[in-house]
């Protein structure tokens, strides 16, 4: 064993888990230094959301109930062009188009196709956008602007009826990646792990489907209970099940693994944050201390990329 896995076998020893896991971390983290070295990835100032819908949204998630949208930059009722030259004026890379799903479980972007191909001409923002559920013609119209397609996916039927409401099949979230693929988007799908009340149910089946399209960065959501919804009173998924994610999908993949910036905060994310890293992950978006404490212990070397996406590498 060399000196960064020997450092690294006693950083998992230290941690609070089974013999299981550990085993499984340490080949993962050997995995992620094979593919990527000691390179780790810090994304401090992830692309600004900009709802296209404002608060409204057509369904009424467990999870959700439009909350996240209140808190985007609104780019509802002929607005977005505005918002997004604010952006590019202050030095903004890229931006990211979401808002509340239409009842087919799509987040309408797709509706503002010309105003949105005008912002990528006039200011040269990269444009990633929340797709959800996608069909032919609506896939086609991204393919028109879409730098990278964010891909929330999820391998669970009850979870897709309870928690989000809506009267879709795991299929459905195939078939979207299929055609967001086919027509040659670059894809970044999302593991939310915890959906369904902070239980692991559907998380190795989605990546079992993302394999299929080989996606330009695979990124862990991990579920945030959030006050004023139907599951705020719900716990988080535990550490160890986030780690068995991260760790199943570094085996299985080849690209960048990313720690998105939706997780909880607090003294579970710094807590995530060491796990994630020796558990085979070679980015995080905005990083507790914890993560900078971490990677230093191992010996990485932390490169801080500015205003950028962790769906993305280095965009100059």
Known sequence: ????????????????????????????LARRLDLFGSDILFFNEPFTPVSLTGSRCA????????????????????????????????GAKGILLSGGSAADGSVPTY???????KIKHDTKLKISAHTGIVNSSQARILSEYLDMALVDVLGDDETIHDVLGIDARVQDYEESLRRLFSLGIPLAPHIIVGLRDGQLKGEFKALE???KFNPVTVVIVVFIPTKATAMGDVFP??????AKVITTAREMFDVPLSLSCVRPGGRYRSLLDRYAILGGIDRIAVPSRKAYAAS???GLNIIEIPKMCCSYGVVR
């Open 1 to 28: 064993m060399n000196s960064d896995l020997q450092c690294a076998s006693s950083m998992i020893d230290a941690l609070e888990t089974d013999a299981t896991t550990k085993a499984s971390m340490l080949r993962a």
């Open 59 to 90: 369904l009424s998630c467990k999870h959700c109930n439009s909350h996240y949208l209140r808190h985007m930059l609104d780019g509802s009722g002929g607005k977005l062009q505005t918002e997004a030259s604010k952006l590019a004026n202050r």
């Open 111 to 117: 509706e503002q196709s010309d105003v949105i191909q």
């Open 209 to 211: 489907m993302v394999k």
């Open 237 to 242: 998924p535990k550490i160890e099940d986030v």
């Open 296 to 298: 230093r212990e191992l």
